[in-house]
């Protein structure tokens, strides 16, 4: 028996090992950067719109209660929003000017439910920095922003100043002729 | 610093503590014995009032954050009930309130001195960057304050400036919805702001405490702009600072006081009495004064984007000024050329604030009619900030260049050297 010898190669010295140290630095460092996003992760997302917040996303409005050429301010998550009764002559106007020159072009069927040209209904913040344009004022009848002076005609379309876009629309639908729901 | 500290523990236990814990060694090498340049002036001073109102706004704060409720249906009233039936309430609240433009009256003072006298220069940039994020921090402070009394300004300022966010393409609107954490500044905005509000002072200290270490590696620069060359140059801290800086502090102090007691409200703006109403917005409104400069700077930009990058860009170009102005001279005393265009940049500055506190559209001259130019009339703060605006981006323009172009005048080879050449004369 002592004519066979069994030889295994010798252990490497495990420490010494290049490779096998930088991938346990490399797995280390991963894992801590790993943990620490995903720590950071809820911190940050935290922040967001929080559950209850996000389930006071639709609201009923009664529009009997708005007569014609009236605006009624409903709040709607936090925000304005105009439910404004058009007169037949401020429905002309923003279809007249359907195809004048905008900054960001619309036509007025466009920004109301079909065969429903008397109910506008947008988000009464300006697409400027935010302020509550006023009801009447400004050179088109429609809204005019106290803050930068942006003008909004009567269908809601920036028409001079420096809010970029038009008076976004909500999401709405109408549950009966004189009720809608927002959201 | 000076290189080897001069403190001697005399008593046992201050020796027994000394080997452990060298915080009064720490505090005599930086407070006591510190040299100092000889011929520092009273621009030098507002360092110290900058440390005293930090120190009152954390003071005041902190009592005031126990009667005070961030909560949007309760706030407004909690503010109210500080000022009528807290004990001193309506003091400490008017202090905390004019102790914010204080603050920034001093730090603006603070940084004028800096750039007239060129104290960012090497080996001074890391100091002056630190400057300017105390500065950044100290802005997110106030306009975090000044939405907790939840006013119509405090609710239209916060409208106005996190809608700014939006501005950034494709994120802008995650970011706006992320820093409501709604749809709509309200609740959550208020009670993280609150949080904020309390959290960035202690933060502006910790960064204060690198600026002045940041201070005592070169040593101060001084209103001739050379470097300390012998300890004749220079005089302890202590007495000769700590007087100096006492004495100016009582004189802002009584500026302060005459705020606080006889016009409380005068830097305030009356509609921010008026509870928040996010269903309708005042019909003009502006920032705290200290703000109006970067807000004429914005409104005179007819692009959304373009007006928020100019704003944060005129802030932005502080940061980078040590290697704007490359002229070897310091001090502003020897550079005739740069002085002259440094005055017009203050008056530039005072201006533009003028400017953000007017409708775009006011006339400047209500007897003029003037005419339109593109899409204003020449005659409005619109066109007037856009003159500024670009004056206070080309101010940048005109240092970089001055640093070849410019013959400085002849530098005094040490602080002490003028003062004895002038003795011997006489």
Redesign the interface.
Known sequence: MANTVVETSPPAGHGDDPNRRDFIHIVAATAAVGGVVAFAWPLIDEMNPSADVLALSSIEFDLSKVTVGQQVVVKWQGKPVFVRHRTPKEIAEAVHDDHAPMKDPATDASRHKPGKPEWLIVIGVCTHLGCVPNFGLGDYGGWLCPCHGSVYDTAGRIRKGPAPLNLFLPDYTFLSDTKIKVG | MSGHSTYEPKTGFTRWLDARLPIVRLAHDSFVDFPTPKNLNYWWTFGGILALCLGIQIVTGVVLAMHYVPNANLAFNSVEHIMRDVNHGWMIRYIHANGASMFFLAVYIHMFRGIYYGSYKPPREILWILGCIIYLLMMATAFMGYVLPWGQMSY?GA??I???M?ALPIVGKSIT??????????N?TLN?FFSLHYLLPFMIAGVVVLHIWALHVPGNNNPRGVEVKSKEDTVPFHPYYTVKDGFAMSVFLILFASFVFFMPDALGHPDNYVPAN????????VPEWYFLPFYAIL?AV?D?LT?VLMMFGSIGLLFVLPWIDRSKVRSMRYRPTARLFFLIFIVVCLLLGLCGSH???DKIFANLAGFNLLDSNLNSYTWLSRFLAVYYYAFYAILFLLSWIEKPLPVPESISAPVLKAGKKG
């Open positions: 239209f409208v106005v996190t809608n700014l939006g919805t992320w820093l409501w954490g709604g749809f709509a500044v309200d959550p993280r996010p269903l309708v917005t005042p019909a003009h409104i409104r007819p959304k007006g409708e775009p559209d």
